[in-house]
């Protein structure tokens, strides 16, 4: 059964992971007007409002005030990036050292795996290998004049006429 704290809550869960979202990003540098304009637009679309009017504890929280505070901070984190200019990628050293560990793992993972011996394959012999030539073609007339030469002649003898060259 769904209530009307259980919408709330999903609207506060998921605008709190998107703001989060947002926040990440920004702070590596990207997505910096998408960022902007999302929490411009949450904090003049009413959602905000609607939610602190709405207030539920645990296990469906809904905190609008806490989510007014992220949006804010959100456009002040936009708003300094613009304002100082500083509007390229950037990682700090531990995103760095945590990227490095996971490719040293992975290295130590691929050291690990044992390559397939190479296999060598021995051509068979010339002699045993045997080639039979059929003589005709397309330009050639058949043999057996009484032979089916069409596919629906084929089929309305079926098969009495048939020519098997060996």
Partial sequence: MITETTILHRI????????DSF???????????????????????GIIMLLEA???????KVDGRFLRWKCDELIEACNLRFRTNNLNPSFESKEFESMHEKIDR?????SRLS??????VNPLPREA???NIIS??????P???SAPTTPMELANTNGENAVVQQ
């Fill in 23 to 45: 926040s990440r990003r920004v702070q590596e540098g990207r997505d910096l007007e998408a960022a902007s304009n999302f929490a411009r637009w949450l904090s003049f679309s």
């Fill in 143 to 145: 043999h057996n004049e």
């Fill in 106 to 110: 992975m290295a130590g993972y691929l």
């Fill in 12 to 19: 506060y869960s998921e605008t709190v992971n998107q703001l």
């Fill in 129 to 131: 290998v045997e080639l």
């Fill in 115 to 120: 390559v397939a011996p190479a296999v060598t």
């Fill in 54 to 60: 709405f207030p539920s504890p645990l296990p469906l």
């Fill in 136 to 141: 005709g073609g397309l330009d050639e007339q």
